[in-house]
């Protein structure tokens, strides 16, 4: 099947560098600490966060920082055929582990011990990238909560079909069976947290698909930027100032 | 998530700051060096496709077995591959029984993702009737002990039982030809799996502020670890799976020396279990000789693969024994082994067909070097 055509378009008529539309919205979930929702293309998601509060189960407590928990779940009807169960699957259980280490690692948890931040992330559709979704909501919803950061996280999914190197697959690039890289990044250190790569790569071409999806991420930390701080600015006229 | 708590309250903050001051003068507290891997062992069990393997104190059983089953409905004509994991407590107080924690679903993700996506295993050689019955091959994983590094000692028990895994042969039969015969061992040879190529993990640790690189980690390095990644290389250079789950941040320069030093350790590895699934394959061999008392009295048993020659004969005969052929077999290197049996098989057959025609025995003797050879005299 053809992925890239020979005009050099893709199956959505979008260009190989080039991402879908992003769309981010903040504070969804008014009982919550923090809450955003964040659109990539299709793929639409919500995340909530909760805390620091005090932690529930005491024996799980760490006395010098703060607990992180993190869970991921795709609603039944996020996907074309119904799901039967939303989480508790084999892959939820390692996207909320893989979330959960890639925020802890941002998060300054040093200065919130013996408490706990609860990162609730739900995909309400998917078309391909929602792990990098989800970071980039969780991202917004830990800024929305106020809960000191080193720096944003952003995450973007790269692949490489036809011997091109494609930026942001959605589902249906995704289940050809190519290469699928996905890269979280902290943009201002510039250090790659999370990389995930499934599917045959030789080392060379991974290294410019890593770098494309690296590119895609800078491009969403400007975006994001560009939401906090407009956020920002209403949260500012409401208060009168 | 307890798994990783527990692990944490073990380790002292001395213990910690040992580890981390002896890195920065590139000494590991089991004495190697920052890119050095532990010992390797593998064995093999009793059954085709079971598999065990000792990264240094790591112990890992993998064992594989095949059953035929209805095929997904979106891959109608290719096999399953299904992986699981048991991570027994006895391996690690902080090991739960009965429903598996988030390290063994990574375990089992990363090893399936090693194996399923890089196309290591054929599934399509797996369809026996297309839509209607294909092979599911399961490999089971089971931590016996955990001295660290799971991952890579559990992918290395996998590829070993796989490699040594052998499936019972199936035909299409019946009237109508949709029925499916499958062939118990003893009637026909079971078939090996068509394995492209080995898919190795390799899992980095990065300890310490600044980030230093340790190969293999053990248990205590482990607790200690700021970020961990698992770089899956074949031989070939190609790299098949890379799972980085969150942790310290590391420069994208950081990435590709990882990438590079992977696919070095992964050839080695390779050979390793290339060698022993050989050791164990002529071993195996060499098991299923049967012995012949001959007319002559002339037997030297070393064997080598006989089974097929065994069916020629009774093919022939009926019976093996006290008839007039004589079967001697002489076997002095392993690698001719493999190369070898085909050609013997091929001498058989003919002079099978050859039948009652005397004296063309294939008295090739090869004296004084390395030969395989089969003499069948029809007096």
Redesign the interface.
Same mark, same amino acid.
């Given at each position: 099947m053809e992925f890239v055509n020979p005009e050099g378009l893709r199956l959505d008529g979008r260009r190989p560098l080039e991402m879908r539309q992003l769309r981010a919205q903040i504070g969804a979930v008014a009982k919550a600490d923090g809450s955003a929702v964040f659109e990539m293309g299709n793929t639409k998601v919500i995340a909530a966060v909760y805390g620091p509060r005090e932690v529930q189960n005491r024996s $799980?407590q %760490?006395n010098d920082q703060a607990l992180v928990?993190c869970e991921y779940s795709m609603a039944n009807f996020s996907t074309g055929d119904r799901r039967r169960k939303p989480k508790g699957d084999?892959?939820s259980?390692?996207i909320?582990?893989? %979330?959960? $280490?890639?925020?802890?690692?941002?998060i300054l948890t040093h200065l919130m011990p013996r408490s706990q931040i609860d990162i609730y992330v739900q995909v309400l559709q998917a078309d391909g990238g929602t792990r990098s979704a989800c970071i980039n909501a969780a991202t917004l919803a830990l800024a929305d909560a106020g809960i000191p950061m080193r720096d944003l996280v952003t995450s973007c999914s790269a692949g490489f079909l036809n011997s091109t190197p494609l930026l942001d697959l959605n589902y249906v690039e995704d289940s050809a069976?190519g290469p699928d890289?996905t890269v979280? %990044? *902290?943009p201002k *250190?510039?250090?790659?947290?999370?990389? $995930?790569?499934?599917?045959? *790569?030789? %080392?060379d071409t991974?290294?410019n698909v890593? $770098?494309l999806a690296?590119e895609g991420c800078k491009a969403i930390a400007n975006y994001i930027r560009e939401v906090l701080l407009e956020n920002t600015k209403q949260l500012e006229y409401r208060r009168g100032l | +998530?307890?798994g990783r708590?527990a692990n944490?309250w073990r380790l002292t903050v001395n213990e910690k700051k040992f580890i981390e001051t002896a890195l920065a003068s590139n000494l590991r507290i089991d004495g190697r060096n920052p890119l050095e891997y532990r010992k390797i062992i593998i064995k093999f069990g009793r059954e085709d496709g079971s598999s065990e393997v000792q990264l240094g104190q790591t112990h890992v059983m993998g064992f594989v077995t095949g059953q035929l089953v209805q095929p997904y409905q979106d891959r109608q004509n290719e096999g399953m591959l299904l992986i699981f994991t048991e991570f027994s407590p006895m391996a690690d107080p902080s090991f739960d029984p009965g429903h598996p924690g988030?390290s063994a679903?990574?375990l089992?993700?990363i090893v399936d993702?090693g194996l399923r996506?890089?196309?290591a295993v054929d599934t399509e050689s797996l369809c026996v009737l297309s839509g209607k019955l294909v092979w599911a091959i399961r490999i089971d994983l089971h931590i016996v002990d955990n001295g660290g590094n799971l991952i890579d000692a559990a992918n290395i028990a996998a590829l070993a039982a796989l490699l040594t895994f052998r499936r019972q042969e199936c035909t299409l039969g019946g009237d109508d030809g949709q029925e499916v015969i499958v062939h118990p061992p003893e009637e026909r040879e079971p078939l090996p799996l068509i394995v492209h190529h080995l898919p190795v993990a390799i899992t980095f640790a990065f300890l310490g502020s600044e980030g230093k690189l340790v190969v293999d980690p053990t248990h205590s390095e482990e607790a200690v670890m700021a970020?961990r990644?698992i770089a899956t290389v074949?031989a070939n250079?190609? @790299?098949? /799976?890379?799972? #980085? /789950?969150?942790?310290?941040?590391?420069?994208?320069s950081a @990435? +590709?020396h990882c990438? #590079?030093l992977a696919?070095m350790c992964a050839i080695s590895i390779t050979k390793k279990i290339n060698s022993a699934v050989e050791a164990y394959s002529t071993e195996r061999a060499l098991r299923k000789i049967k012995r012949h008392p001959t007319v002559a009295g002339i037997v030297s048993v070393a064997g080598s693969d006989v089974k097929e020659q065994n069916k020629t004969v009774e093919q022939v005969g009926g019976s093996e024994l006290s008839r007039h052929h004589i079967e001697r077999l002489k076997v002095v290197s392993e690698e001719t082994c493999s190369s070898r049996s085909n050609d013997n098989d091929g001498d058989i057959k003919s002079s099978e067909q050859g039948g009652t025609s005397r004296g063309e025995s294939k008295a090739m003797n090869f004296l004084g070097g390395p030969s395989n050879w089969v003499l069948i005299m029809i007096p």
């Open positions: $799980q %760490i928990r084999r892959r259980t390692e909320s582990l893989v %979330i959960r $280490q890639t925020m802890e690692a941002c069976g890289v979280g %990044i *902290l *250190l510039d250090k790659v947290t999370l990389l $995930q790569m499934d599917a045959k *790569l030789p %080392i991974f290294e890593m $770098q690296v | +998530m307890d708590l944490r988030e679903v990574e089992g993700r993702r996506d890089s196309r970020g990644l074949n250079g190609d @790299i098949c /799976a890379i799972q #980085k /789950a969150g942790g310290e941040g590391v420069p994208q @990435i +590709m990438l #590079k696919s």
